[in-house]
């Protein structure tokens, strides 16, 4: 019978065992788990395809400012910008909302593109495709890039199912965000790491179009003695940067690091009207009243310890699944800039936790705590509405602290 996650087989002194444990929980059967699972899928889909029908009241908008696909407007006009020789247009927000207005004909509200210009490289295929067949294919491809990745992740099978019903993908989906792009890299990288260090250098390196997301892949990858995958890695972030200057001009960079630093203090230090999707340990201290010195203090103390966990897990004979989750989960406490859909590569956490548990104590822990980074994606922004609060480091921190545990034990 397949079943939702196959934890791996544990091999005692005394005896093998062919038992394994259930997902998460021992209560929870693998039966259980794939029907709540279809029915989820059902639910999801018809509730994202609902979704875009009213996101159609007024053009392509929902009549409130909203568009048709979410935040995907802003990959699409970008790279169409870009490689259409208007390349001026995206990081001018006038121009670029005008733009973007015209395609979606109807009133938007004000939209920005926020990434640096080597995605506009990543994402040129874009510019071939009109508005919807691009939306189409990006989730897809997305999804699929993100689903085979898993399988590396889960080769006892069930990729398929978890890929599918990862609430985070979900979340992703209705945004029509890059989620499950990054953990496509990050997971993917992660799990070549050891049989393809090149590989995994590159996709580690494209990881340069969200730069926050990279801030301990350095120490990690040093730690470890990874020096293949680090020289890739580096390799192709800087080629990236040197591409897209030679081919958009220098320029292009100096108007993305002066949109860059009044975006900060509006969404991330002010943003109020945003952080209810944020899940990062800088907006938890500002939800508590923290002014923004102290709320940075807190984010670079939170940034030092988990970096010092993540070296010392990855310098030692760690299994490898417990030093990627905890280099996924201390990246997610050590950014300030961290939202719900970034959370797609929390499936790989779950997974690597989930087999590598061993069926010890510590080994359990983990995994169970792994269940809370799944649910973040779906209650974070529900919790904030309801409290005030941004509650995410409350999920994260107890499946960072039962991996490292699990670091030590072994």
């Not at 393809?196 to 990881?207: D, F, S, V």
């Not at 104590?361 to 529900?382: C, D």
């Amino acid at each position: 019978m397949n079943r939702f996650l196959k934890p791996r087989v544990v091999q005692r002194t005394e005896q093998t065992t062919g038992e394994q444990d259930y997902f998460f929980f021992h209560f929870i059967r693998p039966a259980f788990a794939q029907a709540f699972a279809r029915c989820w899928i059902l639910v999801a889909g018809g509730f994202y395809f609902w979704d875009l029908v009213r996101h159609t009241s007024m053009g392509l908008t929902d009549g409130a400012g909203q568009p048709f696909g979410g935040d995907f407007l802003n990959y699409w006009s970008g790279a169409f910008l870009a490689w259409r020789g208007t390349i001026a247009e995206v990081y001018d927000w006038h121009a670029y909302h005008a733009f973007q207005e015209s395609v979606i004909g109807g009133s938007l509200d004000f939209y920005h593109y926020s990434y640096p210009p080597v995605l506009l490289l990543l994402t040129a295929p874009l510019a071939a495709l009109p508005y919807i067949p691009a939306l189409i294919a990006w989730t897809a491809s997305s999804w699929f890039c993100f689903y085979r990745a898993l399988r590396l992740a889960m080769p006892g099978g069930g990729a398929l199912l978890f890929s599918i019903t990862t609430p985070a993908l979900f979340v992703n989906a209705l945004g029509g965000q890059n989620g499950a792009w990054t953990a496509a890299l990050f997971g993917g990288g992660l799990c070549l790491l050891n049989r393809r260090p090149i590989a995994a250098g590159i996709l580690l390196g494209l990881l340069i179009y969200k730069p926050q997301l990279g801030v301990l892949l350095p120490i990690a990858l040093l730690a470890g003695r990874q020096w293949k995958a680090l020289t890739s890695a580096a390799v192709t972030a800087v080629g990236l940067v040197l591409i897209s200057g030679f081919i958009f001009g220098v320029e292009i960079w100096t108007d993305y690091f002066r949109n860059l630093t009044i975006l900060r203090q509006a969404i991330l230090e002010d943003g109020s009207g945003v952080w209810r999707r944020m899940v990062s340990v800088f907006v938890f201290a500002r939800h508590l009243g923290a002014d923004v010195e102290t709320a940075y203090l807190v984010q670079a103390i939170m940034a030092l310890l988990a970096a010092a966990v993540v070296a010392y897990a990855w310098s030692r004979d760690t299994p490898a699944g417990v030093r990627n989750s905890l280099l996924v989960l201390g990246t997610c406490l050590a950014t300030p800039y961290l939202q719900d859909y970034d959370l797609v590569v929390g499936a790989f956490v779950a997974a690597w936790l989930v087999i590598d548990c061993n069926n010890s104590t510590a080994g359990k822990q983990a995994a169970q705590m792994s269940f809370l980074v799944l649910l973040l994606p779906f209650v974070a922004s529900l919790l904030a509405n309801i409290t005030g609060l941004a509650l995410g480091p409350l999920f994260i921190v107890p499946a960072f602290l039962a991996a490292a545990r699990l670091s030590v034990a072994k």
